[in-house]
Nanobody, 122 residues
Framework: QVQLVESGGGFVQAGGSLRLSCAASGRRYAVGWFRQAPGKERDFIATITWSGVSTYYADSMKGRFTITRDSAKNTVYLQMNSLKPEDTAVYYC??????????????????WGQGTQVTVSS
């Protein structure tokens, strides 16, 4: 069993930055970040392998978003820079138990956190 707890969300003005944290308990797995805006589907942002060696990003997220992990703390971070109002969403982290190349699919992930709200004002 894996438990994931996100934190770090909040209100920020456009152009600002936030760093989200995903603290995991249990075994170490690959962890991904997703986001979901009201009335929209949950979109993939990035994934980092359990070792932290490899990362994968959605093309639209490259450049402004960076995923990292601190293995000693079993915590994965999402650094978000140059935030825009359209980045407003609930951000989720998720653990991927079975390695797969389909790391961008919601259905590939087995455990999810409760989400943290990010609101970017214009």
């Amino acid at each position: 069993q894996v438990q994931l707890v996100e934190s770090g969300g909040g209100f920020v003005q456009a152009g600002g930055s936030l760093r989200l944290s995903c603290a995991a308990s249990g075994r170490r797995y690959a962890v991904g970040w997703f986001r979901q805006a009201p009335g929209k589907e949950r979109d993939f942002i990035a994934t980092i392998t359990w070792s932290g060696v490899s990362t994968y990003y959605a093309d639209s997220m490259k450049g402004r978003f960076t995923i990292t992990r601190d293995s000693a703390k079993n915590t994965v971070y999402l650094q978000m820079n140059s935030l825009k109002p359209e980045d407003t969403a609930v951000y989720y982290c998720a653990a991927l138990v079975v390695p797969t190349a389909r790391w961008s699919l919601v259905t590939s992930y087995d455990y999810w956190g409760q989400g943290t709200q990010v609101t970017v004002s214009s």
